[in-house]
């Protein structure tokens, strides 16, 4: 019940593409869904972020999209860039602490 | 003081060996986090400090993982008798209590056990 589930694994756009990367949850408890973007060698970056009371939230170029009764989200780069190029992780908070999925490692060409 | 920082950025070290890993959290932030990250895999939650106090610990923290934040500043993870499996980038994040409590990573530390 506490796994976060996230597909696909990779993904490959071109660029000006729009890459979807979905997550499902089990917990009903978890109240707060990030997402972060994570650069090799580096610590994950806070990008966008969620509560279960919003159905959608825009920041710049990121959205995520909320289903709660379906217990999934997602998350949607608009006009992606080969700077997109990351991996991407989403995120639920149970209680105090985190349960992050698995990551999708996206590669936009150039 | 900009963000977390960490030290050091990469460890080698052989098996049966004691580690020790320091954790800079932003200075405003009150609460600080340890996780272990695998490669292809999400950050797993080890341990959580609110100012001093070691508020939650994993399962994944055996008894041979400790953490400390003696003074509700920085903080340091030790892992005795270190073991292959204890491969893996530990990553320290910290964030202010509150509603949404945000949480700002640090570079991470990889550990090699040999």
């Known amino acids: 019940q506490q796994q976060v589930k996230q597909s696909p694994q990779s993904l490959i756009v071109q660029k000006g593409g729009i890459p979807i990367i979905n997550c499902a949850y089990e917990?009903?408890?978890?109240?707060?869904f990030p997402w972060y973007q994570q650069f090799p060698g580096k610590g994950p970056a806070l990008l966008i972020a969620?509560?279960?009371?919003?159905s959608e939230k825009k920041e710049g170029r990121f959205t995520i999209s909320f289903n709660k009764s379906a217990k999934q989200f997602s998350l949607h780069i608009m006009d992606s860039q080969p700077g997109d190029s990351a991996t991407y992780f989403c995120?639920?908070?149970?209680?105090?602490?985190?349960?992050f999925g698995p990551g999708t490692r996206l590669s936009v060409l150039p | 003081d900009t963000g977390v920082s960490q030290d050091p950025r990469h460890k080698i070290t052989k098996r049966g060996q004691n580690v020790t890993f320091r954790c800079d959290p932003i200075?405003?932030?009150?609460?600080l986090y340890w996780y272990r990250q695998t490669l292809g895999q999400g950050p797993e939650f080890l341990t959580y400090?609110?100012?001093?106090?070691?508020?939650?610990k994993s399962r994944l923290l055996s008894d041979r993982f400790s953490a400390e934040r003696p003074k509700g500043s920085f903080s340091t993870l030790e892992i005795q008798r270190t073991e292959q499996g204890d491969s893996a980038m530990y990553l320290c994040?910290?964030?202010?209590?509150?509603?949404?409590?945000?949480?700002?990573f640090g570079p991470g530390t990889r550990l090699t056990v040999l």
């Open positions: 994040a910290s964030s202010l209590a509150g509603i949404y409590n945000e949480q700002f």
């Open positions: 917990n009903t408890a978890f109240d707060y």
């Open positions: 969620i509560r279960p009371d919003v």
């Open positions: 995120a639920a908070r149970g209680g105090q602490n985190f349960v």
């Open positions: 200075s405003e932030h009150n609460r």
């Open positions: 400090f609110q100012n001093e106090a070691q508020l939650e």
